[in-house]
Nanobody
Framework: QVQLVESGGGLVQAGGSLRLSCVAS????????MGWFRQAPGKAREFVAR????????YYANSVKGRFTISRDNAKNTVYLQMNSLKPEDTAVYYC??????????WGQGTQVTVSS
């Protein structure tokens, strides 16, 4: 069993920045993949970024490439999502998840990010 807890969401003006954190607990997951997803009102949940714990290989959705950076701190069991140059269309509930990169077994409760224009 894995527990994931996100934090760092909030209200920010367009062009601003936020850093989301996701703390994982419950089992050793150094070989797992961690990902960030988001869901805007009335829309399906979509992939944002992912990172492997062991080698820090990253992958991004085209919509956030160059603006968002995913990173991890193995010692703290924490994954971060640094979000810069935020746009109103980035407004969503952001979720972290863990799995093998194809199947995401565990999800956090989500944190709200609101970008005002």
């Amino acid at each position: 069993q894995v527990q994931l807890v996100e934090s760092g969401g909030g209200l920010v003006q367009a062009g601003g920045s936020l850093r989301l954190s996701c703390v994982a607990s419950g089992r050793t997951f150094s070989s797992s993949v961690m990902g960030w997803f988001r869901q805007a009102p009335g829309k399906a949940r979509e992939f944002v970024a992912r990172i492997t714990w062991s080698s820090a290989i990253t992958y991004y959705a085209n919509s956030v490439k160059g603006r968002f950076t995913i990173s991890r701190d193995n010692a703290k069991n924490t994954v971060y999502l640094q979000m810069n140059s935020l746009k109103p269309e980035d407004t969503a509930v952001y979720y972290c998840a863990t799995g093998d990169g194809s199947v995401w077994n565990y999800w956090g409760q989500g944190t709200q990010v609101t970008v005002s224009s």
